[in-house]
């Protein structure tokens, strides 16, 4: 129950009002220590309520401070502006019974309009690291008031190349007391990096049990024998699935326009989001679907970020994601906070290792699922490997310490080095820039 935590009265209020009785684990974990006064590192995925988590100690440490006639009080800094904006209507929602205000500062937004917001001064920023840098170097933004510095998706920012842009703001708030870090991964050295330079001494909260991932999920593959194939497939699942609302990702930007236009022609109501779309664009697509007006929507990776979309409850994935975590990551826009949800990837042959090296890394099997009238030629590899990789699809190669004529093949021979999954459970694909 939220009412055993310590926190301030009108954010017990909120969340009553907003009909939050049970704290998710992550909350669960993290606010105590957060009120304690610890600096934090937690691995939490999406959906699993960690805005929450960080808001709620944060917003009742600044409730419980004389606010200083200085500066800004506390920093957020997250990787993308979907998720900012999001996190600022989840500030909003928690902080409606107090005075507290809290700014936004993303990209494809007004600079002179942004500075004139930084010049009221509020109490906490909400934003992303590149336009804040932009400001700090423009003498708008003054940090050493800062007493809590979040980092959210922290893995993210650092896959997006923000880690120098986070260091430089994260070295302005001098002053802070916390570092509270976020991310949906156990993330590789540089997060290890990161975290030993940020933070003090801080609680390691591990609540991202991968193979535990997304219960409320079904997870199925159906296999496909090329694009053409995908986008039958496609049209019969929107036609013939219970949803709410869909999301299908796709790796590449070109892939996403291809399949829009598909969809559009077939009178999908549907909207597209990647990295060519700008703000209004990407504003006027999040707002459809979030009222209803349109029900589906083809995204790539970064673009779809952070979405929190109530009633998402179909994922599509046109093509299979590039690495495990990407994977966790899209699946995570389903099923959020404990809803149903369904994913299904479209599989064909170039999908194949990469779906069943994710299916090793979350310890899962996915159900296959088959359309009756669209079933292709391609059903999986002939003949696979223990590993449930395809076996024999490639040249063998020989062990010469062993007898040439028994050779018998060890691993498929790779174009680029395999990496062992954090977690340390699989080998996994190298991660490749997002397609976005
Ligand atoms: P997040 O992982 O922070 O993006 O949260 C996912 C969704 O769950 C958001 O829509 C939250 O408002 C909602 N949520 C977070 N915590 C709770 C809770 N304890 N009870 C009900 N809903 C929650």
């Known amino acids: 129950m939220f009412a055993e935590f310590a ?101 494809g937004e007004d600079f002179k309009v942004q500075a004139a917001m930084l010049r009221k001064i509020p109490d906490v920023l909400i934003g992303t690291p590149g336009r804040l840098m932009e400001h700090l170097d423009a003498g708008n933004l003054i940090l050493r008031d800062v007493q809590v510095l979040v980092l959210d998706e922290a893995d993210r920012m650092l896959d997006m190349g923000f880690a120098e842009d986070v260091t430089r703001l994260a070295g302005e708030c001098a002053n802070r007391r916390n570092t509270w870090l976020f991310s949906a991964t156990t993330g590789g050295g540089a997060l290890r990096e990161m975290t030993g330079q940020l933070l003090k001494s801080p609680k390691h909260l591990m609540l991202n049990q991968v193979a535990e991932l997304n219960e409320n999920v079904r997870q199925q593959i ?60 990407r504003k006027l697509a999040i707002e459809r679907l979030k009222q209803g007006g349109v029900k589906v929507l083809v995204a790539t990776d970064v673009a779809a970020r952070g979405l929190d979309i109530d009633g998402l409850d179909l994922v599509i994935n046109f093509d299979m994601p590039r690495s495990g975590d990407e994977y966790v990551h899209r699946i995570g826009r389903t099923g959020r ?22 299916e090793r ?43 040439p004529k028994k050779a018998a093949p060890k691993r498929a021979p790779k174009a680029k080095p395999s990496l062992v999954s954090q977690d340390g459970l699989a080998p996994l694909k190298r991660r490749k820039p997002a397609g976005e």
């Not at 301030?8 to 957060?34: D, M, S």
Request: proline share 4%; net charge positive.
């Open 7 to 107: 926190l301030h009265e009108r954010l017990l209020k909120a969340l009553a009002e907003l009909g939050f009785t049970e704290p998710t684990p992550v909350q669960a974990a993290a606010i105590p220590l957060a009120l304690e006064g610890h600096d934090l590192r937690a691995t939490a995925q999406t959906g699993s309520g960690k805005t929450a988590a960080f808001l709620l100690p944060l917003l009742h440490r600044l409730l419980g401070e004389e606010k200083p006639r200085g500066d800004v009080r506390s920093l957020i800094l997250l990787p993308t502006r979907e998720l900012a904006q999001q996190t600022l209507k989840e500030f909003e929602r928690f902080a409606q019974f107090t005075f507290l205000k809290a700014g936004l500062i993303t990209g």
């Open 222 to 281: 159906i296999t496909a024998d090329d694009p053409a194939h995908k986008e039958k497939l496609i049209h019969w699942l929107l036609a013939n699935e219970t949803y709410q609302k869909a999301i299908i990702f796709t790796n590449t930007r070109a892939q996403a326009d291809r399949l829009y236009g598909h969809l559009v022609a077939a009178e999908v109501k549907v909207f597209v989001l990647h990295g060519d779309k700008d703000q209004k664009e």
């Open 337 to 358: 906070a404990g809803g149903d949800g369904l994913a299904i990837s479209l599989i064909c042959h170039t999908d194949w290792n990469l779906m069943s090296s994710i």
């Open 361 to 403: 890394y979350l310890k899962q099997r996915f159900e296959r699922r088959v359309i009756k009238g669209l079933k292709g030629h391609y059903q999986g590899p002939k003949n696979l490997k223990a590993s449930g990789k395809a076996a024999g699809s490639k040249k063998k190669k020989t062990d010469k310490k062993a007898d």
